[in-house]
């Protein structure tokens, strides 16, 4: 019997396992919950697959459910499980519930790894909570985990967000001190910080930098250059961003055209230069 039950564990924990690699969450509860009904425990592989398929699903609280079915099941969550959980409320825009998962992986001497604070900062940004993302970073550094460019894309993110300008200028140079490439995620939220804050001619110079680190464009980047210009009365500048849009064969989404619409109307009669 025990032969066969350990047999039986192994083929539901591979269909576990292959619904997380589909995606398909409500598949994997379903076998979980039969493997506990055939008096099969799951074991932490198990749980870790359930999770991140929920985490795919973009399914926050059966992930967190099933975290806390692995306590009561005297399962001890990993660093993998509690990650996917992360990454599962990140998606989810559930920022305190990541940040409480990161603290209790401290309280339960399970040390989180850069994809636990990548997926922690990513929470803090989705919600414009740069404070906390700010503070992630600083609290990685301070454990020997070197941020990557997905920290500090998050974190840069978070900022444009909450309107942080400066600190947004600032983790783009500290990528480039750790000799860190900033990729089009990284130039996109800086653009569009400058976009709030008004600073078109930053900008316009991150746009051209983007260019000169053979970074391509998104409508994104251009739609917030243009943005930027247009608070400004740039309007020249805006149209001449159109054109580069469309010469990169990016087509405008509806914001972009919007603002381009007034700057031609605005170009075509007396212009006004402030900022």
Not at 13 to 22: F, I, L
Not at 29 to 41: D, F, N
Not at 214 to 222: A, F, K, R
């Amino acid at each position: 019997m025990g032969g066969e039950a350990g047999a039986r564990r192994l083929s539901y924990s591979a269909g576990v396992s292959a619904c997380e690699k589909g995606g398909q969450w409500q598949p994997a509860l379903a076998l979980l919950s039969e493997m506990r009904e055939a008096k099969l425990e799951p074991s932490v592989i198990s749980y870790c697959a359930g999770i991140s398929a929920c985490e795919k699903g973009d399914q926050w609280q059966p992930a967190l459910a099933l975290l806390i079915e692995m306590r009561e099941a005297k399962l001890e969550p990993d660093v993998i499980s509690y990650s996917a959980g992360i990454s599962a409320c990140e998606k989810g825009g559930q920022w305190q519930q990541a940040l409480a998962l990161l603290s209790d992986m401290w309280m339960v001497n399970v040390e989180p790894g850069v994809i636990s604070y990548n997926a922690g900062i990513s929470a803090c940004g989705n919600d414009g909570r740069w404070q906390w993302a700010l503070a992630l970073l600083k609290e990685m550094s301070e454990e020997k985990l070197e941020p990557t460019v997905i920290s500090y894309s998050a974190g840069i993110s978070a900022c444009a967000k909450g309107d942080q300008l400066q600190w947004a200028l600032v983790l783009l140079s500290e990528m480039r001190e750790e000799d860190l490439e900033p990729n089009v995620i990284s130039y996109c939220a800086g653009i569009s910080a400058c976009e709030k804050s008004g600073q078109w001619q930053r900008a316009l110079a991150l746009l051209s930098e983007m260019l000169e680190a053979e970074v391509q464009p998104t409508v994104i980047s251009y739609s917030a250059g243009i943005s930027a210009c247009a608070k400004c009365e740039q309007w020249q500048r805006a149209l001449a961003l159109l054109s580069e849009l469309r010469e990169a064969k990016l087509e405008p989404d509806s914001a972009t055209a919007l603002g381009s619409a007034r700057a031609r109307r605005a170009s075509s009669g007396s212009q006004r230069w402030r900022c």
